[in-house]
């Protein structure tokens, strides 16, 4: 077992994903970013090349070996991107109550219409219906509709613009969130070897089932929840799906935003009530795209959703195209680690903690917690091969760190994404006994805990059974 520095372990449960892109393609940098808090890197299919996401991957890879700690690699998905068609003089400016036409002609547009080459939204499209152009600048809603054209009524908006997006808040499109492009990117990415897959454009379960028929056991499939649709399918998405993201970007366009902090505090909650890992993403620390410091607003942001519970923070455009990456990682962290040392903070994650299942897995993981508290553990060590033991020990959100063991790489990648998890690849496991000696041993070789204090161990007897945990023994470090 490779020695592990004590800088490389995380004194925080909330874990940052940070985005690789042309500010952050260097090995220099990529490092600088994990040894700044980075814990996941996200590779951003919707811009660069396949050679430039296979050399980030591999300059991860060449990261993990040099500091023995699992990095797991995210690879976004961009999904179908909805636009407007050209216009003959590049824009046009528009006003509020103006008639305006879309329809799947291809010629160059004018101040009354423009083409949609869409007929999957003409498809959907219902009299009443608002289309958002623009990310929301431009706001209209559908007066008459058939197979291949809307008339429209201008809500607001004063200027629109060729191939802007269009979004289309309040219908489910018959479209699929895999498109040709994504099917190539998605080959590009499980062949180098990424540990989840982010899929756009989610509206519904069907969508999960349909990307994974692709990727198998290849990589976890995380939904982005980006649309209404998603939302209010939350629970039937969340059975299918191994982790979801808050795509606050989009949903901000499509929801009025009063409504986004709600529905942020309800996706995390229910994720974290069916154990499945949770990222909060976009416009976090945007300010710092091109400023060292953030604004005191976006540090507020960044801790709600800390104080929220969601298993991991995202970074954007700061780390992968701004002028203070690393910085931002930094920040991110700081935040994260003040937020966590309120006195208020677990006191808030115990309120929000959803009844558990009448299983013996939930029983032995919630006397676990119950247990360490009691006793004074510093640690909850798991065993795991499939992740689930120690996914359930997240669900609890204990105050002390989850040390996972794993003889699986793939699975010690994907568990570093969960709440408070220190995950380590380990040589098999043949039985609970070896397992308390090795959780000790490494515990302390990892500066999880020192020689005297106590650790609560749990795992699946017999081993490599999912869903078995029903062991639980308290083992103390020795000399």
């Known amino acids: 077992m490779t020695p592990v520095s004590q800088a490389l372990r995380r004194y ?7 985005t690789l892109g042309p500010a952050s393609s260097e090995k220099k940098t990529i490092r600088a970013l994990f ?27 060449e990261i993990e070996r040099e500091t023995g700690r699992p990095i797991p690699v995210l690879g976004d998905l961009q999904g179908p991107k909805l636009r407007v068609g ?45 289309l958002l152009c623009d990310d929301g600048k431009v706001r ?55 540990d989840w897959v982010a899929l756009s454009f989610v509206q519904r379960a069907e969508d999960i089932a349909e ?64 154990g499945k890992p949770v990222i909060v993403a ?12 953030p604004t005191r607003a976006e540090a507020s942001d960044v801790a709600t959703a800390v104080y929220d519970g969601a298993d991991a923070i995202m970074l954007s455009a700061e780390s992968a195209s701004g002028q ?67 996914l359930r020990a997240a669900r609890e959100r204990p105050e002390i760190p989850i040390l996972c063991l794993t003889s699986k790489i793939e699975t010690a990648r994907r568990l570093t994404l969960s709440f408070g998890v220190h995950a380590v690849h380990t040589s098999d496991i043949h039985d609970f006994s070896e397992m308390v000696d090795k959780a000790t041993l490494i515990a302390s070789r990892d500066g999880v805990a020192r020689q005297g204090e106590s650790i609560v161990v749990t795992a699946g007897v017999p081993f490599g059974r999912a869903g078995s945990t029903n062991a639980l023994r308290i083992a103390v470090v020795a000399e």
Do not use: W
Request: proline share 5%; charged share 20%.
């Open 282 to 293: 976009t416009q976090m620390l945007e300010s710092m795209i091109s400023a060292p410091t």
């Open 35 to 61: 040894d700044a808090g980075a814990d996941v890197f996200r590779l951003n299919f919707s811009h660069g090349t396949h050679e430039d996401h296979r050399a980030r991957l591999a300059l991860i890879r």
């Open 211 to 274: 990307a994974r028929a692709l990727i198998g056991n290849r990589a976890a499939v995380l939904a982005k929840l980006e649309k209404p649709a998603a939302v209010k399918n939350l629970l039937s998405i969340l059975e299918l799906a191994d982790g979801i993201m808050v795509a606050r970007g989009d949903l901000g366009v499509e929801m009025p935003p009063e409504d986004v902090p709600r529905i942020q505090k309800y996706i995390v909650r229910e994720a974290r009530s069916a």
């Open 324 to 390: 203070y990456p690393v910085e931002a990682v930094e920040m991110m962290s700081r935040i994260a680690s003040h937020t966590q040392n309120d006195l208020g903070y677990h006191t808030g994650l115990v309120a929000q903690h959803q009844p558990l299942l009448n299983t013996a897995a939930d029983a032995i993981t919630a006397a676990a917690k119950q247990v360490a508290e009691t006793i004074g553990a510093v640690a909850i060590a798991t065993y795991t091969t499939t992740g689930s033991t120690t």
């Open 140 to 194: 209209l809603r559908v007066v008459k509709c058939g197979k291949d054209f809307a008339e429209t009524t201008v809500l607001a908006g004063q200027k629109l613009s060729d191939r802007k997006g269009v979004n289309v808040p309040d219908v489910v499109l018959p479209l699929s969130p895999l498109t040709a492009k994504d099917l190539a990117d998605l080959a590009v990415a499980l062949d180098a070897g990424v």
């Open 12 to 18: 925080r449960q909330t874990k940052i994903v940070a």
């Open 86 to 130: 050209t216009f003959a003089k590049g824009a046009i400016d528009i006003h509020k109550g103006q008639a305006f036409r879309f329809d799947l002609d291809p010629a160059a547009g004018d101040e009354g219409r423009v083409s949609l080459p869409h007929p999957e939204i003409f498809a959907a499209l219902q009299e009443g219906s608002e």
